[in-house]
């Protein structure tokens, strides 16, 4: 896969992980989870915020960004979309560090990616944080300190 390629492949990433945090924040807000569901957009406004930096990037060099968004699944149950975000970020953690190996003649686009990789390690600490509280307050009591 060529840098380029692969920056693409990042924007769409963003793209669909946006909208699929989008979503499930606008579901949580609507069951009344509105603590939640306010973390939860704040995460889908910097993956848009990520994805249109990608795009920006690829501008700069010379390319066409397309128009192309991953699918992600719209999951209603709390725990299972906390699940699902952290088996997420454990895949993408290691296959972003990975490609920075691509990136060493483009100083400008690795440090972006660098600070994506911060961000992710952030998001999964938040999920990890959350899922621990799960397990020691028990998910009913979970879900109250969630209302808001």
Same mark, same amino acid.
């Given at each position: 896969?060529? #840098?380029?390629?692969?920056?693409?492949?990042?924007?769409? /990433?963003?793209?669909?992980?946006?909208?699929?945090?989008?979503?499930?924040?606008?579901?949580?807000?609507?069951? /009344?989870? #509105?603590?939640?569901?306010?973390?939860?957009?704040?995460?889908?406004?910097?993956?848009?915020?990520?994805?249109?930096?990608?795009?920006?990037?690829?501008?700069?060099? /010379?390319?066409?960004?397309?128009?192309?968004?991953?699918?992600?699944?719209?999951?209603? !149950?709390?725990?299972?979309?906390?699940?699902? !975000?952290?088996?997420?970020?454990?895949?993408?953690?290691?296959?972003?560090?990975?490609?920075?190996?691509?990136?060493?003649?483009?100083?400008?686009?690795?440090?972006?990616?660098?600070?994506?990789?911060?961000?992710?390690?952030?998001?999964?600490?938040?999920? #990890?944080?959350?899922?621990?509280?799960?397990?020691?307050?028990?998910?009913?009591?979970?879900?109250?300190?969630?209302? /808001?």
């Amino acid at each position: 896969m060529t #840098k380029i390629e692969l920056l693409k492949e990042f924007a769409s /990433g963003w793209f669909g992980n946006s909208q699929q945090h989008s979503i499930h924040a606008q579901l949580l807000a609507n069951r /009344g989870y #509105k603590k939640l569901a306010d973390m939860i957009m704040e995460e889908s406004n910097e993956e848009l915020d990520e994805a249109k930096k990608v795009n920006a990037r690829l501008i700069e060099l /010379g390319e066409t960004p397309v128009v192309s968004t991953t699918s992600y699944p719209v999951i209603t !149950d709390i725990k299972e979309m906390l699940e699902y !975000d952290f088996k997420d970020s454990m895949e993408a953690l290691p296959m972003m560090s990975k490609s920075l190996a691509l990136f060493d003649d483009d100083y400008v686009s690795r440090h972006m990616i660098e600070q994506f990789i911060l961000d992710e390690q952030e998001h999964l600490n938040w999920v #990890k944080t959350h899922l621990n509280l799960i397990k020691e307050i028990g998910y009913e009591n979970y879900l109250i300190e969630m209302l /808001g």
